[in-house]
T-cell receptor
Framework: GNSVTQMEGPVTLSEEAFLTINCTYTATGYPSLFWYVQYPGEGLQLLLKATKADDKGSNKGFEATYRKETTSFHLEKGSVQVSDSAVYFCALTDQAGTALIFGKGTTLSVSS | GAGVSQSPRYKVAKRGQDVALRCDPI?????LFWYQQALGQGPEFLTYFQNEAQLDKSGLPSDRFFAERPEGSVSTLKIQRTQQEDSAVYLCASSLAGGHSSYNEQFFGPGTRLTVL
């Protein structure tokens, strides 16, 4: 079945540093890909998504490109802020295209 | 508008007790999902409803887990004879449409943290 592997954390950065969190996937068919974020004390929120190859999802300065040739969907941000400290989850749709399959999550800690 | 709500937010149960976790999806959302999130892990799919029909229950870990959505709105996840390994956060999510559309965003509730002693 479909699966996702994401970079283990924690990731600790200084404010304004460049962020990359790696995510690779295994899938049959053409899944949709997502990044979800969980801020401290809050529920999971969709950060960005891409539904087909070469699509770029973007939101709040974060970007990720759906790369079919490398089966990757790496999350990037050019300049992180303290408020970006959270747990980030890479996810894809299952083979039925309904439920989500999540990675284990990467904790990002940004200090000023 | 109101998002997905779940109750209780925290539940402590003694091993062997039955528990019931409630999910109120966003009004009008057709699809409803339950996920289990163990400590330090990503959420794992448990079951999926489209209206009142349970279309997929392949993720339920054992026959002690049962979910229902009798009127196509509120859903209850019941765990019978709880075990310590059931300790986790149980997340509910809802989405507007059903079926195999290109994508319907899933909106997540805050979760219920279950601790089994």
């Amino acid at each position: 079945g479909n699966s996702v592997t994401q970079m283990e954390g924690p990731v600790t950065l200084s404010e304004e540093a460049f962020l990359t969190i790696n995510c690779t996937y295994t899938a049959t068919g053409y899944p949709s890909l997502f990044w979800y974020v969980q801020y401290p004390g809050e529920g999971l929120q969709l950060l960005l998504k891409a539904t087909k190859a070469d699509d770029k999802g973007s939101n709040k300065g974060f970007e990720a490109t759906y790369r079919k040739e490398t089966t990757s969907f790496h999350l990037e941000k050019g300049s992180v802020q303290v408020s970006d400290s959270a747990v980030y989850f890479c996810a894809l749709t299952d083979q039925a295209g309904t439920a989500l399959i999540f990675g284990k999550g990467t904790t990002l800690s940004v200090s000023s | 508008g109101a998002g997905v709500s779940q109750s209780p937010r925290y539940k402590v149960a003694k091993r062997g007790q039955d528990v019931a976790l409630r999910c109120d999806p966003i009004s009008g959302h057709v699809s409803l999902f339950w996920y289990q999130q163990a400590l330090g892990q990503g959420p794992e799919f448990l079951t999926y409803f489209q209206n009142e029909a349970q279309l997929d229950k392949s993720g339920l870990p054992s026959d002690r887990f049962f979910a229902e959505r009798p009127e196509g709105s509120v859903s209850t996840l019941k765990i019978q004879r709880t075990q310590q390994e059931d300790s986790a956060v149980y997340l509910c999510a809802s989405s507007l449409a059903g079926g195999h559309s290109s994508y319907n965003e899933q909106f997540f509730g805050p979760g219920t943290r279950l601790t089994v002693l």
